[in-house]
């Protein structure tokens, strides 16, 4: 048996191959049969560039169908797909290009010389260019390449992703995610969220990272569903779309949005069956607000970059506002005190999760088994970082995180890697990046900063604008606060504690 994760969602595609995958804002449907054959021309370009199995393949694209070809193309030949924040600057790219050293990187056409100056610092040897209406070499390329192929054999341990997450010391690190992973992932959550014949998705999420990428698609693919395939979350698009679709998926920031719509009512979302939220905490107002106003609950599940979902609120029985419900399947999930010891109902703790056979939790990161020791148990559970307790009905609730990752619209934000850019600035003695609570992104970041005695110039507005040229939009501050000194525990630490509670109020 073939455990190549797209030789197990293949053998779900629906026997008829003209049924439609992809529906897309012009009208234009793309059949299951169309999917198979342009991403056998994917694959087929990847391995006569040289592009062999355990090979990586970095995007830093656009979302498209040809994105989603090139990510299927990349696991047919055996490549190890590396999906890249569209967001993410210079400085950024060069990081990742030169850890996942990748045989291939696709970028953008806008970006196509800066990224063939970073490939050639990095020694990537090939690029292509991707745009988001299906231009660039790499459609050029793929066009002249037969349309049939045999998906390489791969073991379930082979790795088929690359995620890099942000950590709050260190540099960022890349998640390593096998086939066995993704696949075990994707089956189990089709079966939990009763997937069934006739479901719909609306896919707005972007496709750059699991929520998008792994969850949303694999689901559909796995149902051999069509997807309404959007390129970006638009409100009341969604609400005229929800008359054609099933299920939805989205960060709280989509239903905060929602929200905001007088068209979202009862009838209007009538068709769907299946609301799921994810990627930061849905406050409890928005899923008040949102079964109120539709007579939906949502279904909020919990999870991260590595490993996929770990727990869910079920579909049958309560669906719990506040907590992301019990264990998936094959996922086994406790909370412990400082010792290690397991802790009783109600008591907050940190989280730890441990797949069976290895299916639900990641492989390790990339480059990093020192680091990778350090986040696994001796008997072989990953500590996720996150703070959370059992209730006595076996409800899982998030409490906050014990490192300072901030999720700002379900993307995550590297509080120490924006510091250091804010430190470097002319008249910043020092500063501290935290998360606020936000109705809208879950978390704004927010910059607390220390002038020196040449600062007295220095404003917020100036700050920001010098930011934006140096990082990701989303990791751009939203505000930015002075004070005369950042508070300290007898350590010498920041007591970031203490200006969440501060400028919270």
């Not at 090139?70 to 490549?79: E, P, T």
């Not at 291939?104 to 990537?124: D, G, N, S, Y």
Request: glycine residues 10%; negative net charge.
């Amino acid at each position: 048996m073939n455990d190549n994760l797209y030789a197990i969602l293949a053998a779900r595609f629906p026997h008829n191959p003209d049924a439609p995958c992809l529906i897309l804002p012009d009208g234009r449907r793309i059949s299951y049969a169309e999917l198979e054959s342009q991403s056998a021309r994917y694959g087929n370009l990847l391995i006569e560039a040289g592009v062999k199995p355990g090979d990586r393949v970095a995007a830093q694209v656009e979302k498209s169908p040809e994105a989603l070809y090139l990510y299927l193309g990349c696991l047919r030949a055996g490549g190890v797909f590396l999906p890249l924040n569209p967001a993410y600057q210079r400085g950024e790219i060069e990081y990742f290009l030169g850890d996942a050293k990748p045989g291939l990187f696709v970028c953008r056409p806008e970006k196509l010389e800066e990224a063939q100056e970073l490939a050639w610092a990095t020694r990537v040897p090939l690029v292509h260019d991707l745009g988001e209406r299906g231009d660039g070499s790499l459609v050029a390329a793929a066009a002249e390449m037969p349309d049939r192929l045999d998906t390489v054999e791969s073991a379930g341990s082979d790795l088929a992703a690359i995620l890099y997450t942000s950590g709050t010391t260190g540099r960022s690190k890349g998640a390593m995610l096998t086939h066995r992973n993704l696949a075990a992932n994707a089956l189990v959550l089709h079966q939990y969220w009763g997937f069934r014949p006739g479901d719909v998705l609306l896919h707005m999420l972007p496709t750059f990272h699991v929520h998008g990428l792994f969850v949303a698609t694999h689901c559909a693919l796995a149902n051999g569903s069509p997807m309404l395939f959007e390129p970006k979350f638009d409100a009341p698009r969604a609400l005229r779309l929800m008359r054609e679709a099933t299920v939805f998926m989205g960060v709280p920031t989509y239903y905060v949005r929602l929200l905001q719509e007088p068209g979202l009512t009862r009838e209007a979302v009538a068709h769907m069956r299946l609301f799921v939220s994810g990627s930061a905490p849905l406050l409890p107002e928005t899923f008040a607000a949102f079964r109120e106003r539709t007579g939906q609950t949502i279904i909020e599940r919990y999870g991260m970059t590595e490993g996929g979902m770990f727990t869910s609120n079920p579909l049958d029985g309560e669906r719990r506002g506040g907590t992301v419900g019990f264990p998936l399947p094959g996922t086994e999930v406790r909370v412990v005190g400082e010792s290690g010891k397991l802790l009783p109902a109600g008591e907050i703790g940190h989280i730890q999760v441990r797949g069976q056979n290895s299916s639900s939790v990641f492989a390790g990161y990339w480059r990093m088994p020192e680091k990778t020791q350090e986040e696994f148990t001796p008997d072989g559970y990953f500590r996720t970082g996150d703070m959370g307790r059992f209730d006595s009905d076996g409800y899982l609730a998030i409490i906050g995180r014990d490192k300072d990752l901030i999720i700002s619209g379900g993307l995550n934000v590297y509080p120490k890697e924006i510091e250091e850019a804010i430190d470097a600035l002319p008249g910043v003695a020092e500063s501290a990046v935290i998360g606020l609570p936000h109705p809208d992104f879950g978390e704004a970041v927010t910059a607390v900063v220390v002038r020196d005695r040449n600062g007295a110039g220095l404003s917020a507005e100036g700050i920001i604008a010098a930011l934006k040229g140096q990082i990701a939009g989303f990791k751009v501050p939203k505000a930015v606060h002075f004070v005369e000194d950042l508070p300290r525990n007898t350590m010498g630490k920041v007591q970031k504690n203490l200006l969440r509670q501060r400028f919270s109020a």
